[in-house]
Every structure is written in structure tokens, then in C-alpha cells.
């Protein structure tokens, strides 16, 4: 059960590119359309066990456990004492960290926080002139963790998350972040990590990942205090752990695999367009690409480009697993079509690179978020934009939203009435709880009544 990944096909053909391009109408693209519609992902029995029992171990054995399964999976020499990020190591990460990269961060944190400053809310009370008074006060969680997959055994290091998620948390005003992060094989985190928690005000760095890691959050160990809500993608198993302990602890979203669908008109580049097609495929073999086009010029085009873009991708086996798995170029009738088909898909990531993006803008009913315009990759929301990059998947934008400051909040209704209030309106309340056959109810507030 890695903590760093998924295991991918063992060959990938090299020969031609694996995306396919269909006429929008025929049986082949009405296929694909009701492939993807359906594309909620479905947790084998066997899996879910397995994530039963490491949920039940760590709740059991608390730290044991998790240096068990690290030592399994992530760090063979793993001690309990490594658990714990020191302050030390976090000073000697920022020796580690080029100026360049550090100024890069910084502005991606100020302009994630500026964006989810206006998220923001207040407690807000009002009184009705009988002698009522009512509310709702907001209050930020007491503690929240958040998950930040390990990216290629520790190689490449999901900073942007780290971001994402920690200052959502700092915004809404959480006293206590601890984020978990599996551990490579020599036991260390990324410098990179280290230094982009301690710039989004994370209180807590522990070295572990996957279900166990979520357990560890969710129940607490003797080295990991358990957390109000839990933040932040991951795996399969850690989709799955989250799932399961929902109740337990407080989640922000269960999500699927990568996906991006594009809206294009004859005024975008085709290459472009592929290598935007290629930065949600090279994440997972199980991501979504599509294209969707009136034009099968540029259809053609853009089979083309991803072509010439693959010889250069050093994540090409990976990326067209997906483009072949849940990938697609649909030539459409036209673009109210293509919105159609792309509201009915409810993809987590929305390109408009089409000539007037703000004119089609009104009919979007189903996305995690929206690109308007070819000149806004949707890369650009992943790191630096500002809005958060952790969103639904798996058509979960019909009904969810992005990470916001509103996980991390708590809206607490507040209730006061005098005895005017009581006067006018409890016997209305009576003759409801009455109705419902709950005498207890009525006859709580029957007595209040009837005193002098």
C-alpha cells in the first residue's frame, strides 16, 4: 500500500499518441461522455479492508504502528523518534532552498492568502422587536491537519499543497496546523516542504503518510495529537481512510484523480492546448484530458502537438495511460454543445480558450474552476494564481466547491428570547411538537409558559 503514488502499467505503448479524436455524436464519443459521467470512483472491498485494519492498528497501537507501516512501505530504518520534525532541521531546510524558490513561494502564499482573505466571515446577530434576539457566531476550528502526498518518494515535493492547504487554515484563524507528509527512504522530508510549512504559519511537521498517517490525525498517538478537521489530497488509501473516518474527524473533500477538460474555438494554439491536455496526464494514469472542439482542424492540430510534446515529457509512460484510458478530443457541433457535454461531465478543471471566454462564461453550471482564455493555463491556478487548487473530482463540482477558509469555520446559531417572545410565539412551538407526537418538546415549553 504505497504512500507515494500508485502503481502504473508496467508498459505504455510508444508507438503514436493514445488520444483519440471522435465526433461528439457518434456511438464511440457518446461512449466516452457516459464513461466519464459515471466516472465516480469505486473502492474495492478488498481495498477497504485492508484500510479497516490499518485504521483499527494505528487506533490500537498509536505510534508503534505507525513506525511499523512506514518502515514497511516509506524508511526500512524508521524510529519513533523521527516522527517529529525539530525546529533545528527546519533552520538548516531554508539553507537548502535557492532565493529563487523561496521568493517564488512567498508570492504564491501572498496571493493565495489576499484571494481567500475575502472568504472571510463574519458573526452576524439581529432582533425582532417582540424581545428576540438571534445569530450566528463564527469560530475557527480548534486544529486542523493537513496531508501532503509525497510526490515520487520524496523527490519531487508537493509545495504548492502545502499552500493551499495551510493557508486556508492560517486565514480562518487555527491555532494548531499539523501537516503529515510521508518520509523517503533516508527518513528526511524535502527541504522544500519544511520550508514552505514553516512560511504558512504550520505549527507541526510529522513524517508520515498514507491511511496511517490519517488515522494517526484522526485518533491521535502518543506523538500526534488528533485534529478537529482533516485538509489535503492523496492517494487512494488515503481517499479511502478519510472516507471512513468522516464523523470521526471533519474532511474537506474525497477526491479522485487529476482532470482537466478544455473548450476551444479556432483562436487557440494547439500546442497550447496539448501541453495543457499533458499537465493533468502526467500526474496519474487514471487522470482526465479532454478536449472538446467544433473545430476538427484544430482537433487535428492538437493530436498533432501532443505528438511532438510527449517525445519531450519525461513522464510520457504515465501521462498516455491516461490520455488512452480517460482521454479524448470531441468534435462538436459547436460550442453550445461543447458547454453541454462539459456541464454534464462536471469536470474539476474548466479551460475556456475560446476567442471570447467571458460570453460563454454565464452558461457554466459544473465546474471546480474555471480558466477563461488561452492565456490562462490551468498551471497557473495550481501554484501562483491565488484561488485553492484542492477541488472536486469525479463530477463531485455538481454539488461541492474548492478548499476554502469556510472548511476550517464553524458557524455556532445563537438563540435568546424573553419573555414577550416566549409569550407570542411558544404556543406556536407547542402545537408543532404536539403535532409530531413529541410531548417532551411541547411540554418544555407548556411549563414556561404557565410561569408566572
Same mark, same amino acid.
Given at each position: 500500500?504505497?504512500?507515494?503514488?500508485?502503481?502504473?502499467?508496467?508498459?505504455?505503448?510508444?508507438?503514436?499518441?493514445?488520444?483519440?479524436?471522435?465526433?461528439?455524436?457518434?456511438?464511440?464519443? $457518446?461512449?466516452?461522455?457516459? &464513461?466519464?459521467?459515471?466516472?465516480?470512483? $469505486?473502492?474495492?472491498?478488498?481495498?477497504?479492508?485492508?484500510?479497516?485494519?490499518?485504521?483499527?492498528?494505528?487506533?490500537?497501537?498509536?505510534?508503534?504502528?505507525?513506525?511499523?507501516?512506514?518502515?514497511?512501505?516509506?524508511?526500512?530504518?524508521?524510529?519513533?523518534?523521527?516522527?517529529?520534525?525539530?525546529?533545528?532541521?527546519?533552520?538548516?531546510?531554508?539553507?537548502?532552498?535557492?532565493?529563487?524558490?523561496?521568493?517564488?513561494?512567498?508570492?504564491?502564499?501572498?496571493?493565495?492568502?489576499?484571494?481567500?482573505?475575502?472568504?472571510?466571515?463574519? +458573526?452576524?446577530?439581529?432582533?425582532?422587536?417582540?424581545?428576540?434576539?438571534?445569530?450566528?457566531?463564527?469560530?475557527?476550528?480548534?486544529?486542523?491537519?493537513?496531508?501532503?502526498?509525497?510526490?515520487?518518494?520524496?523527490?519531487?515535493?508537493?509545495?504548492?499543497?502545502?499552500?493551499?492547504?495551510?493557508?486556508?487554515?492560517?486565514?480562518?484563524?487555527?491555532?494548531?496546523?499539523?501537516?503529515?507528509?510521508?518520509?523517503?527512504?533516508?527518513?528526511?522530508?524535502?527541504?522544500?516542504?519544511? @520550508?514552505?510549512?514553516?512560511?504558512? !504559519?504550520?505549527?507541526?511537521?510529522? &513524517?508520515? !503518510?498514507?491511511?496511517?498517517?490519517?488515522?494517526?490525525?484522526?485518533?491521535?498517538?502518543?506523538?500526534?495529537?488528533?485534529? +478537529?478537521?482533516?485538509?489535503?489530497?492523496?492517494?487512494?488509501?488515503?481517499?479511502?481512510?478519510? $472516507?471512513? /473516518?468522516?464523523?470521526?474527524? !471533519?474532511?474537506?473533500?474525497?477526491?479522485?484523480?487529476?482532470?482537466?477538460?478544455?473548450?476551444? #474555438?479556432?483562436?487557440?494554439?494547439?500546442?497550447?492546448?496539448?501541453?495543457?491536455?499533458?499537465?493533468?496526464?502526467?500526474?496519474?494514469?487514471?487522470?482526465?484530458?479532454?478536449?472538446?472542439?467544433?473545430?476538427?482542424? /484544430?482537433?487535428?492540430? @492538437?493530436?498533432?502537438?501532443?505528438?511532438?510534446?510527449?517525445?519531450?515529457?519525461?513522464?510520457?509512460?504515465?501521462?498516455?495511460?491516461?490520455? =488512452?484510458?480517460?482521454?479524448?478530443?470531441?468534435?462538436?457541433? #459547436?460550442?453550445?454543445?461543447?458547454?453541454?457535454?462539459?456541464?454534464?461531465?462536471?469536470?474539476?478543471?474548466?479551460?475556456?480558450?475560446?476567442?471570447?471566454?467571458?460570453?460563454?462564461?454565464?452558461?457554466? =453550471?459544473?465546474? !471546480?474552476?474555471?480558466?477563461?482564455?488561452?492565456?490562462?493555463?490551468?498551471?497557473?491556478? #495550481?501554484?501562483?494564481?491565488?484561488?485553492?487548487?484542492?477541488?472536486?473530482?469525479?463530477?463531485?463540482?455538481?454539488?461541492?466547491?474548492?478548499?476554502?477558509?469556510?472548511?476550517?469555520?464553524?458557524?455556532? +446559531?445563537?438563540? +435568546?428570547?424573553?419573555?414577550?417572545?416566549?409569550?407570542?410565539?411558544?404556543?406556536?412551538?407547542?402545537?408543532?411538537?404536539?403535532?409530531?407526537?413529541?410531548?417532551?418538546?411541547?411540554?418544555? @415549553?407548556?411549563?414556561?409558559? $404557565?410561569?408566572?
Amino acid at each position: 500500500m504505497p504512500s507515494n503514488g500508485k502503481k502504473f502499467p508496467e508498459k505504455v505503448k510508444k508507438e503514436g499518441c493514445a488520444v483519440r479524436i471522435f465526433k461528439a455524436g457518434s456511438v464511440p464519443g $457518446k461512449r466516452l461522455v457516459e &464513461r466519464l459521467k459515471r466516472r465516480g470512483q $469505486k473502492i474495492p472491498a478488498r481495498l477497504e479492508r485492508g484500510v479497516r485494519r490499518i485504521l483499527a492498528e494505528v487506533r490500537r497501537r498509536g505510534d508503534e504502528a505507525l513506525v511499523d507501516y512506514t518502515r514497511r512501505f516509506d524508511c526500512p530504518n524508521f524510529e519513533v523518534a523521527q516522527l517529529r520534525v525539530r525546529e533545528e532541521e527546519i533552520f538548516e531546510a531554508y539553507r537548502e532552498v535557492s532565493p529563487e524558490i523561496l521568493s517564488a513561494l512567498r508570492l504564491a502564499i501572498r496571493n493565495v492568502e489576499e484571494f481567500h482573505r475575502r472568504q472571510l466571515s463574519s +458573526s452576524w446577530f439581529y432582533t425582532r422587536p417582540e424581545g428576540v434576539f438571534l445569530g450566528q457566531m463564527v469560530r475557527p476550528v480548534s486544529s486542523a491537519g493537513l496531508y501532503v502526498p509525497g510526490g515520487a518518494g520524496g523527490e519531487t515535493p508537493l509545495i504548492s499543497t502545502v499552500v493551499m492547504t495551510a493557508v486556508p487554515a492560517r486565514v480562518a484563524g487555527v491555532p494548531r496546523v499539523a501537516m503529515v507528509s510521508p518520509p523517503n527512504r533516508e527518513g528526511r522530508l524535502h527541504p522544500a516542504l519544511l @520550508v514552505a510549512a514553516a512560511e504558512c !504559519g504550520v505549527t507541526e511537521i510529522y &513524517r508520515v !503518510g498514507s491511511a496511517w498517517a490519517i488515522a494517526a490525525l484522526a485518533y491521535g498517538t502518543e506523538t500526534i495529537r488528533s485534529v +478537529s478537521v482533516i485538509a489535503g489530497p492523496g492517494n487512494i488509501y488515503v481517499t479511502v481512510a478519510k $472516507k471512513l /473516518l468522516y464523523g470521526e474527524v !471533519g474532511v474537506d473533500l474525497v477526491a479522485g484523480p487529476s482532470e482537466v477538460l478544455i473548450v476551444a #474555438d479556432e483562436s487557440a494554439s494547439a500546442e497550447h492546448l496539448a501541453w495543457d491536455l499533458l499537465a493533468q496526464a502526467e500526474h496519474d494514469p487514471l487522470a482526465t484530458a479532454l478536449l472538446l472542439t467544433p473545430s476538427g482542424r /484544430l482537433a487535428r492540430k @492538437v493530436k498533432e502537438a501532443l505528438l511532438r510534446a510527449l517525445e519531450r515529457l519525461p513522464r510520457r509512460e504515465i501521462a498516455e495511460a491516461a490520455l =488512452k484510458g480517460q482521454g479524448g478530443i470531441l468534435v462538436t457541433r #459547436d460550442l453550445e454543445e461543447a458547454l453541454e457535454l462539459a456541464n454534464a461531465i462536471a469536470p474539476e478543471h474548466l479551460e475556456l480558450a475560446v476567442a471570447d471566454p467571458f460570453a460563454l462564461l454565464p452558461r457554466v =453550471k459544473n465546474a !471546480g474552476a474555471v480558466f477563461l482564455g488561452g492565456g490562462t493555463p490551468e498551471a497557473l491556478g #495550481d501554484y501562483v494564481a491565488g484561488p485553492n487548487h484542492v477541488l472536486p473530482t469525479m463530477g463531485a463540482a455538481r454539488f461541492a466547491s474548492a478548499l476554502s477558509v469556510e472548511v476550517f469555520l464553524r458557524r455556532i +446559531s445563537l438563540l +435568546s428570547y424573553g419573555p414577550e417572545a416566549l409569550a407570542w410565539e411558544g404556543e406556536a412551538a407547542v402545537r408543532l411538537a404536539e403535532t409530531e407526537g413529541l410531548f417532551a418538546h411541547a411540554e418544555a @415549553v407548556r411549563v414556561r409558559l $404557565k410561569s408566572p
